[in-house]
């Protein structure tokens, strides 16, 4: 960001950029914690995330109304402007990023009462790609890199081809022993939030290019989800 002839005005927009970037660091966590928690089995784990979610919700009100001061007060123009309304907008993934992985930890919660199921490790395994690709836009936020963040994007598809594996492999489980499909149907859950999460990372770098470049995506993003077109057939019979 330039320097203003108006000091105050560059300390609240970098207490801007500050503010999203903690709310980043706090959901990337809590998206390592939830996994952790459901590979561990630690439901106690999955309460402190679940619990911290609430200071995620705080950070994005904060966000909105530093925006919406700054809005009202200094009326921005330019790249100002472009930060102001692209923070309203990363706040608001971010935001949703901590819901899904305190849906992961509720979930975890759930499965460390029931029998260990097979499936949990093709979870950790997407979920791997999906915190990879949070970190690198928080990495880009906080150095304003248009071509990070598009390396972002364009590992979207991958998120969604690494979805539709395991939700093929649950389905089988599931088919295959009728005790399964307690469990698998929780991992079938955790798998779509973390395919949500991937996709709001996503977002979050489409507006880092908005921020930088002052340009929207020019193609629509790469996907290959195919869930809702999947057929597995049931097991052979003896």
Partial sequence: M???????????????????LRIGGIVETALAEAIGALMRRDAALASEVVRRDAEVDALHRSVEDQAVRL?????PMANDLRMIVG????????????DYAANIAKRAMVLSQLP???????????????QEMLKDTLDA???????KAHSVWERDEQVDEAYNAVFRSLLTYMMEDPRNITPCAHLLFVAKNIERIGDH??????????????????ADRPKGDESAFAIVEPPAGP
């Fill in 116 to 130: 260990p199921v097979v499936g949990v490790g093709s979870i950790q395994r997407m979920s791997r790609i999906v």
């Fill in 141 to 147: 936020l906080g150095a304003n890199d248009a071509a």
């Fill in 201 to 218: 990372a996503t977002n979050v770098a489409e507006t880092i290019r908005f921020i930088v470049l002052g340009e929207e995506a020019e």
């Fill in 71 to 75: 809005l009202a007060l200094r009326q």
């Fill in 87 to 98: 923070a309203i907008r990363i706040a608001l993934d971010l935001e949703r990023v901590g």
């Fill in 2 to 20: 330039a320097d203003h002839i108006v000091k105050s005005y560059d300390e609240q927009l970098t207490r801007l950029r500050d503010t999203l």
